[in-house]
């Protein structure tokens, strides 16, 4: 049973730093894209970042690029996701996401294989 297990969430002030992890119960792990999503009150899902296989490619949002990193450790099975200069904006639920391909811009565009529970992130102003 594949699992996507979030942790790393919370409050923070704005301004503020939250590291994400992703604790993934796949085989084949280091086969699989994964990323981060994201759904705030009332609006719809949306992409944040993803990262390759290999690590070697990497994929953000507009609305976080330069303040959120997107990571990986093969060994651990985990990725990580650190949040710097948070915003109110950045509060959501996010999700950890996987899909089975060796292309990383995949999953800016098509609907992940697998989903985490989510983790709330609140930034407070």
């Known amino acids: 049973q594949v699992q996507l297990v979030e942790s790393g969430g919370g409050l923070v002030q704005a301004g503020g730093s939250l590291r994400l992890s992703c604790v993934a119960s796949l085989n084949g792990f280091s086969t699989y894209t994964m990323g981060w999503f994201r759904q705030a009150p009332g609006k719809e899902r949306e992409f944040v970042a993803a990262?390759?296989?290999?690590?070697?490619?990497?994929y953000y949002a507009d609305s976080v690029k330069g303040r959120f990193t997107i990571s990986r450790d093969n060994t651990k099975n985990t990725v990580y996701l650190q949040m710097n200069s948070l915003k109110p904006e950045d509060t959501a639920v996010y999700y950890c996401?996987?899909?089975?391909?060796?292309?990383?811009?995949?999953?800016?565009?098509?609907?992940?294989?697998?989903w985490g529970q989510g983790t709330q992130v609140t930034v407070s102003s």
């Open positions: 996401a996987a899909r089975n391909t060796p292309v990383g811009s995949e999953l800016m565009y098509v609907k992940p294989d697998y």
């Open positions: 990262i390759s296989w290999s690590a070697g490619n990497t």
